[in-house]
């Protein structure tokens, strides 16, 4: 190593997740992502995808968390010695911001010896600000780009920081390792993934693939102003789709109720009748079919799916109205803490309700892909207490 390396060991790699692995994982992320543990920011760990019956969406991970993990004890030197101690998706909208710090600054962060920060978006393109800088050394500033990679040591020979971000939302896979085994999250995410799937018998393991929202306030962004919105709602609501209720409200009362059981969703004038089992069933069908746009989109979609949508009736209206003025009480607020160019409104206007329907079959193929995936994975993540890739025969 020379003697830069030596006194800042980091490395930089560009284009280690191809284009296509970082839009799976941003699927992900605007899917089952909760507020997280810091102002402006959302998060996306694997134990809450397993937690919220959502656990096949882990199987994104497991190649690149793989090579991740190759490449760093590659790089540092310490072959077979290192364990993934936390892997999540984290995005941090506008005003979000961290000073100079060290990754393991924190007397409950000790067992962190290297970071790895995957790129998922790019600077200027999707978001503005978000600059990451070493506080000495080289790179200085490191400005994200989809599928870059950086690593480095948590200890104070990397002190960084990260610039305010300004617009858009800037989305980061990001891994720590610890040479502590007890710090090792795949033994914890294998007993949770064996307790979770051991409920399931796998003939109804297309039923299991419903995602299962937590509890209401992990959901809930609030601003500096005390106004806010479910991130949920205002999710769809970028994309151009409003929500309604097929609960009894006499029976809920509590507003939050409303999203947990049966919904629709509407654009403009018009009502999908296919009915969701709840929030994160129909943001996950309308994420998905936003990721694979190009692919779904068929020109032939008027003759057979057209029944499926119906005008909005007045009542029909009420009620959506009514859940708007709860969940996104003031619209412009998700504009200003999501929004970027990229919500152009033509972009919000090319996904129509009319082939969601094709949506929701290949996303339930794609599911069922993931899951079968999964269970055929799990025996051996068993017996070696790890998550990796299995290949399949
Ligand atoms: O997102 C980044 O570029 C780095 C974030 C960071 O420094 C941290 O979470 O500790
Ligand atoms: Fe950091």
């Not at 600000?129 to 200890?155: K, W």
Request: charge should be negative; proline fraction near 4%; charged fraction near 25%.
């Amino acid at each position: 190593m020379s003697e830069g390396k030596r006194e800042h060991p980091r490395l930089i790699l560009h284009n280690f997740l191809s284009p296509e692995e970082c839009k799976e994982l941003e699927f992900i992320h605007k899917s089952c992502s909760t507020v997280g543990y810091r102002p402006n920011v959302f998060s996306t760990t694997l134990s809450h995808l397993i937690a919220t019956d959502s656990p096949h969406l882990i199987i994104p991970f497991i190649s690149i968390r793989d090579r991740l993990k190759e490449k760093m004890e590659e790089t540092f030197g310490c072959e077979y010695e290192l364990f993934i101690e936390f892997t999540g998706l984290i995005s941090w909208c506008r005003g979000a911001s961290i000073g100079w710090h060290s990754d393991d600054n924190r007397q409950y962060l000790k067992q962190r010896d290297f970071a790895a920060v995957c790129y998922l978006n790019s600077y200027e393109k999707e978001f503005k600000g978000g600059l990451f800088r070493f506080q000495s050394g080289e790179p200085a500033t490191v400005a994200p780009s989809a599928g870059d990679v950086i690593m480095y040591t948590a200890d104070d020979r990397n002190i960084h920081s990260v610039d305010e971000v300004t617009d858009g939302e800037r989305l980061t896979l990001a891994l720590w390792f610890s040479r502590d085994s007890s710090h090792d999250e795949d033994s914890k995410l294998v007993s949770r993934l064996s307790q979770c799937l051991s409920h399931q018998p796998s003939s109804k393991s297309h039923e299991f693939c419903l995602p299962l929202p937590a509890s209401s306030n992990m959901y809930w962004f609030c601003s500096n102003q005390n106004t806010g919105f479910d991130i949920c709602v205002a999710r769809l609501h970028l994309l151009g789709f409003n929500i309604h209720s097929l609960q009894d409200k006499d029976h809920s009362p509590d507003a939050s109720e409303q999203l947990m059981g049966p919904l629709q969703i509407a654009k403009g004038e018009e009502l999908l009748i296919r009915k969701f089992t709840n929030i994160l069933h129909a943001l996950q069908v309308v994420q998905f079919y936003h990721w694979k746009a190009s692919e779904l989109k068929t020109s032939n979609v008027e003759d057979g799916t057209v029944k499926e949508v119906k005008a909005i009736s007045q009542p029909q209206l009420e009620t959506i109205n009514a859940l708007k003025s709860v969940f996104l009480p003031d619209e412009g607020l998700v504009t200003t803490t999501f929004g970027y160019p990229c919500y152009k409104e033509d972009q919000k206007d090319s996904l129509g309700l009319k082939d969601i329907s094709i949506a929701i079959t290949s996303w339930e193929e794609y599911t069922c892909k993931l899951l079968k995936e999964l269970l055929s994975s799990l025996p051996q993540w068993k017996t070696y207490q790890t998550i990796h890739k299995v290949e399949s025969d």
